[in-house]
């Protein structure tokens, strides 16, 4: 297996808007540091979390956490890791305006999403990647079981690399216990299978 190899400084991300959102989407992100990290190496056996400080409109820089100390404008860090290999990015704002509006899946897939009680679940054709579908999935849990007047933003995803290597499946997340109903951490199967977790805040509508 050929070991991922530590991105150069300052990798720019090439990410835009979806829909009519104002801020670049986390699963946008996502997919884009999958492909900045890996690219068309092996990634089965790596893992990645991503921890969102902050939303931003900025075009955004994949940085090395030993070269990003001094940066302003990171609200993110990156952490793929596998067996006992760790490697510690930021994402930090460019100052230069994210570029490009794309389209917004989210209503089809909601659509096929089917919400029972506390879980999500979607297993049909698939129109996106798997993380937008997961995140629409948390998205939806949260608007219908927890508090359709606030919004929902994903703070923490915690999923293997090769989600996106996934494709047609039934996908499932279980809303896990909430703190002071804001906060919430969920669990994310494949084909029954716990994959990981994915965590949400909710600000004022």
């Not at 999958?34 to 820089?61: H, I």
Request: aromatic share 6%; net charge negative.
């Amino acid at each position: 297996m050929t070991d991922l190899p530590l991105a150069p400084p300052a990798v720019p991300l090439p990410t835009g808007f979806k829909g009519t959102r104002n801020y670049l989407q986390s699963a946008d992100l996502w997919n884009a540091c999958v492909e900045a990290l890996f690219g068309d190496a092996d990634k089965a056996d790596w893992s990645m979390r991503m921890n969102f400080r902050a939303l931003t409109d900025q075009a955004p820089l994949l940085v090395p956490l030993d070269e990003a100390r001094d940066r302003p404008g990171r609200f993110a860090e990156v952490i793929a890791s596998r067996d006992d290999r760790r490697l510690s990015y930021v994402l930090v704002e460019s100052g230069q305006p994210a570029v490009g509006r794309y389209e917004d899946k989210e209503s089809s897939l909601n659509s096929a999403v089917q919400i029972d009680g506390d879980v999500a679940r979607f297993d049909g054709p698939l129109a996106a990647t798997p993380i937008e579908l997961i995140v629409a999935m948390t998205k939806k849990l949260h608007l219908t079981s927890v508090d359709k007047d606030v919004r929902w933003l994903a703070t923490r995803l915690a999923l293997p690399a090769a989600i996106g290597d996934v494709g047609k499946a039934t996908y499932e997340v279980q809303l896990g216990p909430l703190v002071g109903k804001r906060a919430s951490r969920s669990t994310v199967a494949v084909d029954g299978q716990v994959v990981g977790e994915i965590a949400f805040n909710a600000i004022e509508a």
